[in-house]
C-alpha cells in the first residue's frame, strides 16, 4: 500500500517544477562560495576544507531548511487546498502511509540536493584549481547533512499538516535555523532538529569532528523523526479535516 | 482608500502579523545576543554596532518576510478564486496597488519596531556612543525602502503564479544572493536588488588585516545607488503592476 500511496505522491508532483528549488540553490552558494574563496585564498589556507565551509556555512543555517519548509509546504498544499482532504481522509489508506509517502517523497530531494551539492563542491575545487585529492570525508559530511536535512523534513511536515498556510511554516524554518546558531554556540545542536544538517554536514569545521559524538546525532535525529511521525499521525487519526 | 481598507478587512483574521513578530522577535534576540557582553569600545560605538549588525540580518530576514506577507495577501485569492468577482468591482491595477500598500504598511510597522528597540537597546545597555537621531531615521528609511522595494516583486510573483512555491523560490534565493554578495566588490553589490541594505547601509566596517582589529565608522549617504533602486523600484512595481493587468484569469 505504501508504494502506491508512493506513486501517488510522485503523480502529483509530475508536472510540477518544485525540483527547480533544490538545484538552483545549491548553485549560488557554489558560485558566489568559489568567487569570495579565491578572493580571499590568502586567508583561507586550508584548501578543499575552507572552500567547503564557504559552500555550505549559510546554506546549512538558514536557506536549505527553508527551502525544505518551502517543498513540505507544497506536498500539503495540494491536500490543503480544493476539498482534498475529504476525498484523502475517505481512501483505504492509513494516516502512517499518507505521512511516510510524504516523507519519502521531501528525503528524495534531499538526498540529490546532497548529491549534488557534492557534484558542485568538487567541480568547484577542480576550477579553482586545488591541489590535493578530494577530502575522504565528503561522503560521510552529505550523508550525514542527508540525515539532517530528512529531520528537517519530518518536522515541516507535521508543522504544514497542522498549519493550512502556505508562509507560515516557512517562517518558522527560518526562525528555527537562526535560532539553530545560538543552539550551536551553546554546545546543544543535537539537540535541537534545525543543527542537525549544519553539525552533520560540518559546516564551520569540516576539519575536525562533529561538534557532538554520531550517537548523539543518531539518536537526535531518530528522536525527531518519530515525535514528528507520531504528532502527524495523532493529528491525522483524531483532529476532523478543515477544507477550504 | 477603500481598496485599501478592504485588504485589511479580508486579512482581519489571518494573523500576518504573528510570523512576522515571531521573525521579529528572532531578529531581536540575536540582537540581544550579539550585544550580552559589550566593552568600553564596543559601547562607544554601540549604535553603530547595532545598525551594522541589523543590517546584515535584515539582508538574511527581511526578503523572507516581505515574502510571507506578499504570499499570504495575495494567496487569499488564489485559493478563494476571487479574481473574477473582484475585477467586476475594481480594476486590477488597483487591487495591485491597494494590495501593495497594505502589506507596505506592515513593513514601514517591522520597521518602526526594528528602531524602537535598538534605542531601548542603547538606553538598557548603556552605550556611550552620543545619540544619532540623523542615522537612525536614516537606517529606518532605507530598511523599508529597500523591503517594500523586495516586496513589489514578491506581490507580482505572489499574484502571477498561484503556486506560492515560485515566489518563495525567489525570496530565498534572492535572501542568499544578498548576504553573499555583502562579501563581495560594491559594483557586484550593487547588481542584485537583495543586497541592497548593504549597499545602502550607514556604517562600515573598517578592518586591518595587520592588527586584526574591525573598527566601524559613520559613511555618508550613496545617492548613486539610492537612485538606482528607486529606478528599479519603478522599473518592478509597473513592470509586475502590468503583468498583473493583462493577466488572463
Redesign the interface.
Known sequence: MLWNVIRGEQMKLRR?P?W??FF??PV??AF??T??YL?NIE?LKEGWYSLWTQHTL??CY??LP??IA??C??LF?LEH?NHNWNCVMTLPVSALHIYLAKLIMASAMVVMTQLWVGVLFILSGKMSGLSGPVPPELTEWLVYGAIGGIVICGIQLSISLIIR????P???A??GG??GI?ALSKGVGAFYPYTLLSLGMRANSPGGSMACSQVQFMAGSLFYLIISAVIAILWLSNTDVTT? | MKGILLEFYKIRRRKIW??IL??LG?QC??GL?AFRDMNEKKLSQGYMQCLYHFTVLNT??MP??A??TA??IC?LEH?GQTFKLLMTVMPAGKLFDAKFICASMYMVAVGAAQMIFIIVLGKAAGFTEPFPPGYLFYYFVITIFVTVVILSIQQAFSLLFS???VS??IG??G???G???L??PRNIQRGILWSYYGVLMPVRMNWD?QTRIADLQYIPVDWSSFWLLTGLFAVIYFTGRRCFIRKER
Do not use: H
Not at chain 1, 165 to 168: C, G, K, L, P, R
Open positions: 510540477s518544485v527547480l528549488a538552483i540553490l549560488l552558494p558566489m562560495g568567487f569570495n578572493q586567508i549559510f546554506t538558514f536557506f527553508a527551502t518551502v517543498y509546504s507544497y498544499r487546498t498556510s502556505f508562509a507560515v516557512v517562517g518558522i527560518m526562525a537562526i535560532l545560538g477550504e | 504573528v510570523i515571531v521573525l528572532v534576540l540575536w545576543w538574511i530576514m523572507m518576510v515574502a510571507i504570499s499570504k494567496d485559493k503556486n506560492q512555491m518563495f523560490v530565498i534565493t535572501s542568499f544572493a548576504l553573499f554578495s562579501f563581495l588585516s
